[in-house]
């Protein structure tokens, strides 16, 4: 069975740092793009970040360019994303998402979701 547990969530003060961690199961990372979506009380999902089958390919939303960074490690099954200089607007609860793809490119739509982990930003 298919599964993406997501951790490293937490409070931070503004200017802080965390690094979320996405753990698969049940499939390799090796076939499948990886997502990180947020979403914040109130508001859309956001898509903020992506990393293709590969890792040859990324993108950012641009509320969080410059500032997060998402990487992989195929071996050990995880992403990680990289979130510094935080913002109190970067509270949300932060989505780890998987699809399986045939080229290697960042989908805009995932079939596979994580139970989400929170992140609040705040002094």
């Known amino acids: 069975q298919l599964q993406l547990v997501e951790s490293g969530g937490g409070l931070v003060q503004p200017g802080g740092s965390l690094r979320l961690s996405c753990a698969a199961s049940?499939?390799?990372?090796?076939?499948?793009?990886i997502g990180w979506f947020r979403q914040a009380p109130g508001k859309e999902r956001e898509k903020i970040s992506c990393?293709?089958?590969?890792?040859?390919?990324?993108n950012y939303a641009d509320s969080v360019k410059g500032r997060f960074t998402i990487s992989k490690d195929n071996a050990k099954k995880t992403v990680y994303l990289q979130m510094n200089s935080l913002k109190p607007e970067d509270t949300a609860v932060y989505y780890c998402t998987a699809q399986r793809t045939i080229v290697d490119f960042c989908p805009t739509a995932y079939t596979y979701w994580g139970q989400g982990t929170q992140v609040t930003v705040s002094s």
């Open positions: 990393i293709s089958s590969s890792g040859g390919r990324t």
């Open positions: 049940g499939f390799t990372l090796d076939y499948y793009a």
